[in-house]
């Protein structure tokens, strides 16, 4: 078992581009988490999928950022337009989906600089 | 929402000394992980607890979820120990998104 990957690791982009970040689960967990978190702060929950489908988003997530999980597998997360504020480490997640079991295994991040 | 509180926010330790980290939260929850965030950003999963206690080598956690609150225990801290511990919450059965407490800060020096 792999783990949780994540690409690319490092995102430097000049304010106003987008950009997409990809993330590979854990092969066979249903579930995949989309977390954020800035310096010194512990990471906030974005959105999460059961498969493909999308069944929560925080109101973090504006409409500039859009999350796919097209086939039940990897996830991509796009931000539109980036803002100085979106700089950040983007965290993401998987979980088994066994029931109430919920042990959320993390990648290892991809850290944003907006310029 | 519900609230995860840890204390003590920073902690300095020599190594070879024991500390103890605690988590207290506000409401009831559904599960409860505590997490090591290395230097490099990566959460690694120290322990699953919704409730009871569980023990990994020299790193061993209790969770009272009656009394809302988790303990991780360190003993024989070492400099690799040095990082920031996160608890982190699933406040209902169902919602399966994680609360992630204000952290601990841990220094273990040589």
């Known amino acids: 078992d792999t783990g949780v990957s994540q690409n690319p690791r490092h995102k430097i982009t000049k304010r106003g581009q987008n950009v997409t970040f990809r993330c590979d689960p854990i092969?066979?967990?249903?579930?995949l988490y989309w977390y954020r978190q800035t310096l010194g702060q512990g990471p906030e929950f974005l959105t999460y999928?059961?498969?493909?489908?999308?069944?929560?988003k925080s109101r973090l997530l504006s409409d500039r950022f859009s999350a796919e999980r097209p086939k039940g597998s990897f996830s991509t997360l796009e931000i539109q337009r980036t803002e100085q504020g979106d700089s950040a480490m983007y965290l993401c997640?998987?979980?088994?989906?066994?029931?109430?079991?919920?042990?959320?295994?993390f990648g290892p991040g991809t850290r944003l600089t907006v310029l | 929402g519900i609230q995860v509180e840890q204390s003590p926010p920073d902690l300095i330790l020599q190594e070879g000394a024991n500390s103890t980290l605690r988590c207290n939260f506000s409401?009831?929850?559904?599960?409860l992980q505590w997490f090591h965030q290395n230097p490099w950003g990566q959460l690694i999963n120290l322990f699953y607890?919704?409730?009871g206690t569980k023990q990994n080598g020299r790193l061993s956690a209790t969770t009272v979820a009656t009394e809302r609150y988790s303990l991780l225990y360190i003993s024989s801290s070492q400099t690799t120990d040095s990082g920031v511990y996160f608890c982190?919450?699933?406040?209902?059965?169902?919602?399966?998104?994680?609360?992630f407490g204000t952290g601990t800060r841990l220094k273990v020096l040589a």
């Open positions: 999928f059961q498969n493909e489908a999308q069944l929560e």
């Open positions: 997640a998987s979980s088994s989906g066994a029931s109430s079991y919920n042990e959320q295994f």
């Open positions: 607890i919704p409730s």
């Open positions: 409401d009831s929850v559904n599960n």
């Open positions: 982190a919450v699933e406040p209902t059965a169902g919602t399966y998104k994680y609360i």
């Open positions: 092969s066979e967990h249903n579930r």
